[in-house]
Nanobody, 127 residues
Framework: QSQVVESGGGLVQPGGSLRLSCQFS????????ITWFRQAPGKGREEVSC????????KYIEAVKDRFTVSRDNAKNMGYLQMRELKPEDTAVYRC????????????????????WGQGTVVIVSS
């Protein structure tokens, strides 16, 4: 059974940076696109960013575009979300999810399409 485990969350001041990591345990990681979701206190789940299986394409929601960068290292079965210029509204539980893709250059931002996901890592942006 494949597993996904996130790490790297914490408390950071506004304007600060954090890098989240997503460790995939299983076979054929290079067939999976990675998607990051978040859920703020009292709010619903929100897609944040995704990266294709081969790492060539990425998507971002408008709220994090130009501040967040998604990446992956297929040799290490790892995904990353570099977050800069963090704002209090970025406070949330961040979860990594993966979906196997027939087309290695595509990724999905739809939760219901994910195959595996982690429990999440908490990010708190506060002074």
């Amino acid at each position: 059974q494949s597993q996904v485990v996130e790490s790297g969350g914490g408390l950071v001041q506004p304007g600060g940076s954090l890098r989240l990591s997503c460790q995939f345990s299983g076979d054929s990681f290079s067939w999976y696109a990675i998607t990051w979701f978040r859920q703020a206190p009292g709010k619903g789940r929100e897609e944040v960013s995704c990266i294709s299986a081969n790492g060539t394409n990425a998507k971002y929601i408008e709220a994090v575009k130009d501040r967040f960068t998604v990446s992956r290292d297929n040799a290490k079965n790892m995904g990353y979300l570099q977050m800069r210029e963090l704002k209090p509204e970025d406070t949330a539980v961040y979860r990594c999810a993966v979906r196997s893709m027939f087309v290695p250059t595509m990724c999905s931002m739809t939760w219901s399409e994910m195959n595996f996901w982690g429990q999440g890592t908490v990010v708190i942006v506060s002074s």
